[in-house]
């Protein structure tokens, strides 16, 4: 088991490092530099910022340099936020978006499997069908269009939440966003989880189980839940990456403080160093979810170990 | 020729396709002739008539905005916008997919092992922060909105055409192509390309409201479409900003979007169960 996630540590790193280096190419290939304001600046000016932040030096110097600082935990200076760095900006605002994150997910991932498992057992029957259509819903309307209905319906019209982040503090203002959020991943993981309980539950040991006299719930927990987890856990890793993208738009549209409304700030800014930090952030911290998901796949599934 | 009549008929025989086909289309011949027969345009302003409530007096049947352009015809630029930003990107995502599918699954063996590792890594990242980059590193047109759509939503279409390239290879006229001495590019454009029709239709179902959602969301947080040009994105963005006095600048283009993009996973679902029940006769 060790093995197996030391090697699977071991395959992230080519991952991470090509993915560093090609948004930092990207970045770098733009036309125009970072300090390109509406008034030109005077050529002694330019220079002296150029050579203030390095951009004199050729590109592999720079990349050097930029990876060099990435190993000891640093990501540079924000170009427009100047008496910040990004790496404070970043410990700064991560926390608000971890916790909107950690939460969606987990409402997801409880009330995907529930849903999915229950349609599944009701196969075929008028719920089962509202259901699907509902989960079919859920996965084709985009969070930038649930979010701000879920707005104008109950902060708007019903006044019973809030639906700004400052001024209100308390549970009630992560309710809309955190819905928002998870909605579409519920209605995937629902999909998913009723498709492969479904298979499931036409295997043979279940039908032994049912065969000994087992209660439904009783085949559910103990037998069924496990294997139909699988096809779900696999959906984690781009579900992690959903939710993140999600939460720029909702951490807009909500007024909400996180990374995601940095990094629109930082893209609409042209704040290079900013935007290239929390794609770099953003990257490794789904390659790494991704790598504890296939470590957990791991200890789920046995016989992916073996290869 | 006989394969094609029979698929159209199962076509219209499952209501799903008929249905959200038949919806889909409604929308573009309204999108495309509305603004046709509307009395105003997309561009032209009226200060004394700001934010006023769906009427039909005056052909306003969505309203006007904030700067009293009249909701209905911007609406359908959007829905033209939306749809042409989808099928553009769609077919960019097509062509580098099935090449690269293609060529990965015909070579076989460590090449093919090595590009399907590369998809694989590719699959792992959070690719609209890329896009976003792009967006930023790079002046925002169109051109570049369809490249980068197409470019992040290629890796479904290449395993899918990977895993059916697979198969065709190990057929008899494909062989009988390789024996006769015809060239590798040569029969993966005339042999194997032409065989993969079918799974690639069903794909490109599913990748255009993909493709429309990362439009939408670029244009939403204003990176994307820019004005006085529009599309759905942008409009929801606009509405979200009048929607406590205004709801329906919200609520009409969010509507539509949600339409559509239901209409096209619908009819996507839809259409695998037409070329599967092909394949699992």
């Given at each position: 088991m060790l093995r197996y996630a030391l090697l699977r540590l071991l395959g992230a790193i080519p991952t991470l490092l090509l993915v560093i280096v090609l948004a930092f190419l990207m970045v770098h290939a733009a036309?125009?530099?970072?300090?390109?304001?509406?008034r030109v600046l005077p050529p002694e000016t330019a220079a002296a910022l150029a050579e203030a932040y390095n951009l004199d030096e050729p590109l592999h110097r720079q990349l050097f340099n930029y990876l060099s600082g990435l190993v000891r935990g640093d990501l540079g200076p924000s170009y427009r936020y100047r008496d910040y760095t990004v790496g404070e900006l970043i410990g700064h605002a991560f926390p608000v978006s971890l916790k909107l994150g950690a939460m969606a997910m987990l409402l997801a991932a409880v009330v995907g499997v529930a849903t999915g498992s229950f349609a599944a057992l009701r196969r075929n029957t008028m719920l089962d069908r509202v259901v699907m259509t509902f989960a079919m819903t859920g996965i084709s309307i985009p969070v930038f269009v649930v979010a701000p209905v879920l707005v104008l319906l109950f902060?708007?019209?019903?006044?019973?939440?809030?639906?700004?982040?400052?001024g209100n503090d308390g549970a009630a203002r992560f309710l809309l966003p955190v819905i928002a959020l998870a909605l579409p991943q519920i209605a995937y993981i629902a999909r998913l989880t009723r498709a492969s309980m479904i298979d499931v539950l036409a295997t043979d040991f279940i039908r032994t189980a049912r065969a000994q006299g087992l209660g439904t719930s009783a085949i559910i927990r103990y037998h069924a839940l496990r294997p139909a987890m699988l096809p779900v856990l696999s959906y984690m890793g781009p579900a992690i990456a959903a939710v993140l993208t999600g939460s720029v738009v909702v951490e807009e549209i909500f007024g909400i403080p996180g990374l995601g409304q940095f990094f629109v700030r930082g893209a609409l800014n042209r704040d290079y160093t900013l935007v290239l930090g929390i794609v770099v952030f953003y990257a490794t911290l789904v390659v790494l979810l991704n790598l504890i998901v296939d470590i957990l796949y791991g200890f789920i599934d046995p016989r992916i170990r073996q290869r | 020729m006989r394969a094609l009549t029979d698929i159209l008929a199962r076509m219209r025989r499952n209501r799903a396709v008929v249905l959200s086909g038949g919806l889909l289309a409604t929308i573009v011949i309204v999108a495309i002739i509305g603004p046709m027969i509307s009395?105003?345009?997309?561009l032209q302003t009226d200060f004394d008539n700001?934010?006023?409530?769906?009427?039909a007096a005056g052909m306003q049947i969505f309203g006007t905005d904030d700067l009293g352009r009249d909701s209905f015809v911007r609406t359908m630029l959007g829905v033209q916008v939306t749809m042409l930003v989808a099928i553009v990107a769609s077919v960019v995502s097509l062509l580098i997919g099935v090449t690269y599918g293609a060529i990965a699954g015909y070579v076989g063996g460590r090449v093919d092992a090595v590009m399907m590792r590369f998809v694989d890594t590719l699959y792992a990242l959070p690719f609209m922060f890329f896009v976003i980059l792009l967006m930023v590193a790079f002046e925002r047109n169109f051109l570049l909105i369809f490249v980068a759509i197409g470019a992040i939503n290629w890796l479904d279409m290449a395993r899918i055409v990977r895993g059916q390239t697979l198969s065709l290879r190990e057929r008899e006229f494909v062989a009988a192509a390789r024996l006769t001495g015809v060239s590798t590019a040569r029969i993966i454009f005339r042999h194997i390309a032409p065989n993969l029709i079918g799974v690639v239709i069903v794909y490109v179902t599913l990748t255009i409201p993909q493709a429309i959602l990362v439009e939408s969301f670029l244009s939403f947080l204003g990176l994307g479409i820019q004005e006085p040009q529009t599309s759905l994105g942008a409009l929801v963005d606009a509405g979200v900003n009048q929607?406590?006095?205004?709801s329906w600048m919200l609520l009409i283009p969010a509507t539509l979007l949600a339409v559509i993009l239901l209409c096209f996973n619908f009819l996507g679902d839809a259409m695998r169960d037409v070329f599967d029940a092909r394949s699992s006769r």
């Open positions: 036309p125009g530099g970072p300090f390109d304001d509406e902060a708007v019209k019903l006044q019973w939440l809030p639906a700004g982040w400052s | 009395p105003h345009d997309y700001l934010l006023h409530p769906p009427s929607m406590e006095g205004a």
